[in-house]
């Protein structure tokens, strides 16, 4: 089992930043790939990010190439996803999620789940 928590969200004006934090606990983090998804009310949850267990690889959503970088560190069990030039559209519920090994841009792919950390951002 892993477990999954979410940190970081809050109300930003659009350019904002914003920094979320994923701390997972349980079993080895490392073998992990982690994804960053979102959903916003109304609406289907979507892929916004992926890392590799490795971190060698990344993989972004089109909406969110250029402005969201995921990272993560090993040693802290963690992966961040920073957001930077916020826009009203990306206003949402941002979930993190495990799933072994590989990036996967599929939610049905994904084992494990966080609470989910709401982000909104005012024009």
Known sequence: QVQLVESGGGLVQAGG????????SGR?????????????????REFVAGIRWSGTNT???????GRFTI????AKNTV???MN??????????????RSW????????YDYWGQ??????SS
């Open 116 to 121: 989910g950390t709401q982000v909104t951002v």
């Open 85 to 98: 030039s916020l826009k009203p559209e990306d206003t949402a519920v941002y979930y993190c999620a495990a």
């Open 28 to 44: 080895t983090f490392s073998m992990y790939a982690m994804g960053w998804f979102r959903q916003a009310s109304g609406k289907e």
């Open 59 to 65: 993989d972004y959503a089109e909406s969110v190439k």
């Open 102 to 109: 590989l990036i996967s841009t599929r939610t049905e792919e």
């Open 17 to 24: 930043s914003l920094r979320l934090s994923c701390a997972a």
């Open 80 to 82: 961040y996803l920073q």
């Open 71 to 74: 990272s993560r560190d090993n």
